[in-house]
T-cell receptor, first 115, second 114 residues
Framework: GAVVSQHPSWVICKSGTSVKIECRSL??????MFWYRQFPKQSLMLMAT?????????EQGVEKDKFLINHASLTLSTLTVTSAHPEDSSFYIC???????????FGAGTRLSVL | AQSVTQPDIHITVSEGASLELRCNYS??????LFWYVQSPGQGLQLLLK??????LVQGIKGFEAEFKRSQSSFNLRKPSVHWSDAAEYFC????????????FGTGTRLQVTL
C-alpha cells in the first residue's frame, strides 16, 4: 500500500515558538493532503485540505493564520503551528490522497506538547 | 451533513471469539465507507472500504464488513480475534467527489483478553 511519512513523531516546544510538521508521500503523488487533529481518546477532526500548488481550505473554526499549511509539491505538505500555546498540544495526523480517489493514506502522526 | 455513529465506545472480547463492531452513517447519497484501525500513538491503517458492488467487502487481517443500505450500517466483523487486534477502530464516511472529505466516528476501543 501507499506510504505516508510524517516527521517528527513527537515534538516539545516552548509557548510562543513555532513548530513545523512535515508530511511526505513516499511512493505516490499526493494531489491532495489532509491535516487532522486528534485529542486524547477522541476521533479525528479535519483541520484543512490542501491541493498541490493551491491555498489550503480550512474547516470552520480553524485559524488559518495559526495553522499554516503549505503543499508545494506532490509529495510534501507542511503544517506550521505558529506561536504555539499549551492549548495547541495535541496529536496531529496528515493523510495523502493520490490517483486512487477517495482513499486516504495516513501518516503515523505527530504528538505536539507545548510547555 | 454527513455523520458517523459508533455506538460502542469500548468492547472486550476473548481471544478466538468473534467480533462485530457497529457503525451507522448518515449521508445524502450513496456513500463511500471505510474502516481504519489505529494502534496507540500511531496513524491510521485502512482495513477495508466500500465503494460499490458487492455489499460484503473483505479487508486485511481477516476483517470483513457488510454494507446495509436499508439500515445505514457498515458493521465490521472478524470470526476469530487475535490479541494483536487490540486497537482503536474508526468507521468513516466520504463522498464520491474528488478529494472528498472523510467524516470519522468517535471510535471503538477493542480490548482482547487472553
Amino acid at each position: 500500500g501507499a506510504v505516508v511519512s510524517q516527521h517528527p513523531s513527537w515534538v516539545i516546544c516552548k509557548s510562543g515558538t513555532s513548530v513545523k510538521i512535515e508530511c511526505r508521500s513516499l511512493d505516490f503523488q499526493a494531489t491532495t493532503m489532509f491535516w487532522y487533529r486528534q485529542f486524547p481518546k477522541q476521533s479525528l477532526m479535519l483541520m484543512a485540505t490542501s491541493n498541490e500548488g493551491s491555498k489550503a481550505t480550512y474547516e470552520q473554526g480553524v485559524e488559518k493564520d495559526k495553522f499554516l499549511i503549505n503543499h508545494a509539491s506532490l509529495t510534501l505538505s507542511t503544517l506550521t503551528v505558529t506561536s504555539a500555546h499549551p492549548e495547541d498540544s495535541s496529536f496531529y495526523i496528515c493523510s495523502g490522497q493520490g490517483n486512487r480517489r477517495n482513499i486516504q493514506y495516513f501518516g503515523a502522526g505527530t504528538r505536539l506538547s507545548v510547555l | 451533513a454527513q455523520s458517523v455513529t459508533q455506538p460502542d465506545i469500548h468492547i472486550t472480547v476473548s481471544e478466538g471469539a468473534s467480533l462485530e463492531l457497529r457503525c451507522n452513517y448518515s449521508y445524502g447519497a450513496t456513500p463511500y465507507l471505510f474502516w481504519y484501525v489505529q494502534s496507540p500513538g500511531q496513524g491510521l491503517q485502512l482495513l477495508l472500504k466500500y465503494f460499490s458492488g458487492d455489499t460484503l467487502v473483505q479487508g486485511i487481517k481477516g476483517f470483513e464488513a457488510e454494507f446495509k443500505r436499508s439500515q445505514s450500517s457498515f458493521n465490521l466483523r472478524k470470526p476469530s480475534v487475535h490479541w494483536s487486534d487490540a486497537a482503536e477502530y474508526f468507521c468513516a464516511v466520504g463522498g464520491t467527489g474528488t478529494a472528498s472529505k472523510l467524516t470519522f466516528g468517535t471510535g471503538t476501543r477493542l480490548q482482547v483478553t487472553l
